[in-house]
């Protein structure tokens, strides 16, 4: 039986000069040349490798993917690739080291690395955020949260879509990208202009039956979530400290005098006017950074302390 011959085609290997990006809120437009080799397939080979342009941020969160068909080089077989794709924007506001990868094997399991191009400059993206400090308490059989501000650093003019608090319990720490947890409650607030805040919000909701405070399970976490084309997508987050029931004896860890600091067991003199000299607090996780603190003093004074 006559077989098809062996067909020329090119395959990429590494990037060639540097890539362009150009981001919006939820698409992101590449543009990157690519160095070309030869090389061969046959037509009948079905499970041929496939290849691909991958945008990753600190080396653990997938934001963008452009798989590459075939590829026309020029005399010095440089091909060029790119196009605007959906962009899983990272939540948060600190700067995102980003880097392309050309990567192959198959959609959904790209298994092998060929060139990697990291950028310079981290890149902090433009979106709705939390600001200053925020405490939770439970009151009254509800859960309340007071938050300094909410502010959107986008351009005069561009309208957020619309915005929701979501608490959650999550199996693991966030980090900006996907998660899994338990939903606890929600409030929606509505659309926020450019270059605009909200200060002092209040919002508070009924604390459920299956999040008791005393025996709390996963991570309690804030999220600010923005109403897109694609649906909700989280925007901004905070680690939160699991609420006291009303009526524990526990001191107030952003109010409280250096002498009743000082009477916590393990709390000496000093280390009450450090716990003062540093406030304020956000959470009660920033006590590890007070100087004179340690593992062992940290375990005991956590169930003694509120914000």
Same mark, same amino acid.
């Given at each position: ?75 010095? %077989? *440089? ?10 924007? $990272? /939540? !948060?506001?600190?700067?995102?080291? =980003? #880097? &392309? ?40 059989? %509800? *859960? ?10 986008? $351009? /005069? !003019?561009?309208?957020?879509?619309? =915005? #929701? &608090? ?142």
């Amino acid at each position: 039986m006559e077989q098809d011959p062996a067909l020329p085609h090119w395959r990429p290997t590494r990037f060639a000069g540097e890539p362009q990006l150009r981001f919006e809120t939820d698409s992101v437009e590449l543009r990157a040349w690519l160095d070309c080799q030869p090389g061969s397939i046959n037509r009948n080979d079905t499970g041929s490798r496939g290849m691909a342009l991958q945008l990753w941020a600190d080396e653990s969160l997938l934001l963008a993917e452009w798989p590459l068909g075939a590829l026309l080089p020029d005399s010095r %077989r *440089l091909a060029s690739v790119g196009g605007r794709v959906a962009l899983a924007q $990272p /939540a !948060g506001q600190a700067g995102r080291r =980003l #880097a &392309l990868r050309l990567v192959s094997g198959q959609q959904g399991a790209w298994d092998r690395l060929h060139d990697c191009k990291r950028l310079l400059r981290p890149y902090r993206f433009l979106q709705p955020g939390l600001t200053g400090a925020l405490q939770v308490s439970i009151d009254a059989g %509800r *859960l309340e949260l007071a938050i300094d501000g909410i502010v959107n650093p986008r $351009p /005069a !003019g561009e309208l957020s879509g619309t =915005l #929701a &608090l979501e608490l959650w319990a999550l199996q693991l720490p966030y980090d900006g990208g996907s998660f899994q947890g338990q939903p606890l409650g929600s409030v929606t607030l509505g659309c926020l202009g450019g270059q605009q805040q909200w200060s002092d919000l209040r919002p508070s909701w009924h604390w459920p039956a299956a999040a008791p405070a005393a025996k709390p399970k996963g991570q309690l976490t804030l999220m600010l979530r923005e109403w897109t084309p694609a649906a909700y997508v989280t925007r901004d987050w905070r680690a939160l400290d699991w609420p006291r029931q009303p009526g524990s004896q526990s001191l107030s860890l952003n109010h409280a005098t250096t002498a009743r600091l000082r009477s916590l067991p393990g709390v000496s003199d000093k280390l009450a006017r450090q716990l003062v000299a540093s406030r304020p607090y956000h959470s009660l996780e920033q006590l590890r950074r007070v100087r004179g603190m340690d593992e062992r003093l940290y375990a005991r004074l956590r169930d003694r302390l509120v914000l």
